[in-house]
């Protein structure tokens, strides 16, 4: 995914999260490349230069003040929560809040509604490619390539067009409108989840029944199929909290 891509999802997923739970301190981890991980920070901290309209109403300085990075502690492997302006809790008091979330029972595991009488969900492909699911060093389960007109994908408004001068050459570049729409939306189906990018499941924030492929790579590095999958939580579900 491109660097730009991956930071305005990131940045979607988190404004709706704080526009939804607007009483609601948001601890915030994420494994991101640098790059993402500077520009969604610079995004942050000045809004008005580049992030898009459609996301600035969940833009406030109070939403900011909500955000409480996690850092990873390598020597103990743990997440310590990090206060980062002068007008948020004293620290003390959002390691205490962090601690007792960490207390809280867990979700348990995510199981599809039953489909039929099988006892079993299914999951349908609607990736770009087809789709290989391994455990240990053998596949488990295959799915096909889906058909173009099946898969959702985010919307990429046609802006026109420009030229580049770089590298003594004339590059052409198509400018496209940043955008949180997907379509077409796949039916929600008693027993169903749907395999989509990783881009599509974190601008479709009302779908939990999105996940995207966990890569799997060979010795040399190569993306050969998943070991699992991944799913975005949903701003309004309790999990979210």
């Known amino acids: ?54 996301l600035l109403r969940s833009f406030s300085s109070d939403a900011l003040a909500r955000i409480v990075p996690l850092h990873h502690d390598n020597v103990r492997d743990k997440l310590i929560p990090v206060r980062i302006f002068s007008w948020q809790p004293p620290i003390d008091e959002l390691v205490e809040q962090w601690e007792r979330i960490q207390t809280e029972p867990s979700m348990g595991e995510t199981d599809l509604p039953e489909e039929g009488s099988s006892g079993s969900g299914r999951l349908i492909n609607l990736t770009s490619h087809a789709l290989q699911l391994w455990r240990d060093d053998a596949i488990v389960q295959e799915w096909d390539r889906p058909s173009a007109g099946e898969m959702p994908r985010v919307a990429e408004p046609d802006c026109g067009s420009e030229s580049l001068r770089a590298h003594g050459l004339e590059i052409p570049v198509t400018l496209i ?32 029944d999105f996940y995207f492929p966990i890569e799997h790579r060979d010795a040399a590095g190569r993306v050969i199929g998943c070991t699992g999958f991944g799913r975005f939580v949903l701003p309004t579900s309790p999990e979210a909290e």
């Open 177 to 208: 409108g940043r955008s949180i729409s997907v379509a077409p939306m796949p039916p929600r189906t008693p027993g169903v989840g749907y395999v989509v990018s990783r881009l599509t499941a974190a601008m479709a924030t009302d779908r939990d």
């Open 1 to 54: 995914m491109h660097p730009q891509a991956t930071t305005i999802a990131s940045l979607s997923a988190l404004l709706q999260t704080l526009e939804r739970h607007p009483d609601k301190t948001v601890f915030l981890s994420a494994f991101l490349p640098k790059t993402v991980a500077f520009a969604l920070g610079s995004l942050l901290g000045n809004p008005g230069e580049g992030i898009p309209q459609d």
